[in-house]
């Protein structure tokens, strides 16, 4: 926890015929990466952290079909079989193969989790990550993604989460043509989901969130209309934005680290609850009655007083969970490539590999007007 080092680590090989070696080009901090460095999800031995990367193929078992070396490739953050119970419906992060260690259909807190993830923990198949030089692909048949020369790093390094991110939101929200959308948080999570919110034609997008240089960037690359989470008035801007009724649709894009006042930390400690589902409050609150609630910031707590009241009341629909990726990432990557959205507009700095730990430190204390670090091991 909140120990993040440059290190040198063994060069990962071959273990399985279908795994491939990438060698890593470009590579992201997320907001998930911050609940590992804050202790929220634990994590006691050392793991080279990192879901969002891309890279050329260095490698390749005998029995990858798909991929050959010198390819171009965005890997999907979730590791998938691609053919199980659940693989097979599109809910790859459930998948029944890649966290054989940890799996289970309880959901507790530290076991019976669902499938493998990158860097992700013990808890989520203890696979390292991609903030490295090189990371091993399993299953490389199903994910990666390859990419045309023609398309720079920044433009698709985003195809690994965080757009297809943004795009289940707005699926699960279900926002049609003419729909209003609230969306939490405005980091790069939320920024994606305004862009998706638009592509699926909605009619007013409103972004909230605490930090105004985060609005500030939500209203300069999105277009979209903001409200800072701190006004008194926040429920009562978003109802005369919304025509009295409440949003169609609200997205969670902030998840459990939310900011909180003393007094609410005070009553989580009481109550054994790590972070907050405050934001979800909000978003029962200001989503419209028969509306649909999104949910893609994370959650690893139970939370007591839980307004499920609110939620019985208004008749309200709710999708949460770990993107679709492996689902969503062709049409993503569709939207990119015809040039109908822009995703490396929210990058504010590109570092070298080695400033990896000052990279965390200014991404989670939002120095510096941080919204999104990419890490270049070639700028090393
Ligand atoms: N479900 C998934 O597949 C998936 C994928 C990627 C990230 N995530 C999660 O999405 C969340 C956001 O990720 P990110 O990279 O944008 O992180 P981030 O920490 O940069 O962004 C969170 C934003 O929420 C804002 N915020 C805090 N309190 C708020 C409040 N009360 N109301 C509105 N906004 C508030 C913060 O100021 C910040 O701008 C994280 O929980 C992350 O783990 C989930
Ligand atoms: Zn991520
Ligand atoms: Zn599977």
Not at 110 to 122: H, I, S, V
Not at 132 to 156: E, W
Not at 331 to 348: A, H, N, W, Y
């Amino acid at each position: 926890m909140g120990d993040i080092t440059v290190d040198t680590v063994d060069d990962p090989t071959i273990e399985q015929d279908d795994d491939v070696i990438i060698g890593i080009t470009s590579t992201a901090i997320c907001g998930s990466d911050l609940h590992i460095y804050d202790g929220f999800i634990p994590q006691l031995n050392d793991l080279v952290l990192g879901h969002e990367f891309m890279g050329v193929v260095e490698d390749v078992g005998p029995g990858v079909t798909r991929l050959k070396k010198g390819d171009r490739v965005v890997v999907p953050f979730t590791i998938a079989c691609g053919s199980c119970f659940f693989c097979s419906q599109g809910f790859h992060p459930n998948c029944l193969h890649t966290n054989p260690e940890k799996y289970g259909p309880r959901g507790n807190l530290l076991d019976n989790k669902g499938g493998g993830m990158f860097g992700y923990t013990d808890l989520y198949g203890g696979y390292n990550g991609g903030q490295a030089q090189y990371v091993r692909v399993p299953n490389a048949n199903i994910g990666p993604k390859i990419i045309p020369d023609g398309l720079s790093d920044d433009q698709v390094l985003f195809l690994t989460d965080i757009f297809p991110t943004g795009w289940s939101a707005v699926k699960w929200g279900k926002v049609k043509p003419g729909d209003s959308v609230v969306i939490f948080g405005s980091g790069p999570v939320g920024l994606m989901a305004q862009k998706a919110a638009w592509l699926h034609g909605a009619e007013r997008v409103i972004a909230v969130d605490p930090l105004e240089y985060r609005l500030e960037k939500a209203r300069t690359v999105n277009k979209v209309d903001t409200i800072n989470s701190e006004d008194d008035d926040l429920m009562e801007k978003i109802y005369s934005m919304t025509k009295g009724r409440g949003a169609d649709v609200a997205i969670d894009a902030v998840g459990m680290e939310a900011n909180r006042t003393f007094l609410e930390k005070a009553k989580a400690v009481i109550n054994a609850e790590k972070g907050t589902a405050k934001v979800l409050e909000l978003c029962a609150e200001a989503v419209r009655r028969s509306g649909t609630i999104a949910v893609v910031g994370v959650y690893g707590s139970p939370y007591d007083n839980f307004p499920i009241h609110r939620i019985f009341d208004k008749g309200l629909i709710m999708q949460f969970g770990q993107a679709q990726t492996h689902v969503y990432i062709d049409q993503c990557f569709e939207m990119v490539r015809s040039g109908k959205v822009v995703l490396d507009d929210i990058i504010t700095h590109r570092l070298p590999l080695s400033k990896a730990s000052d990279a965390y430190d200014m991404f989670k204390n939002k120095k510096d007007d941080c919204v999104k670090v990419v890490l270049k091991p070639g700028l090393d």
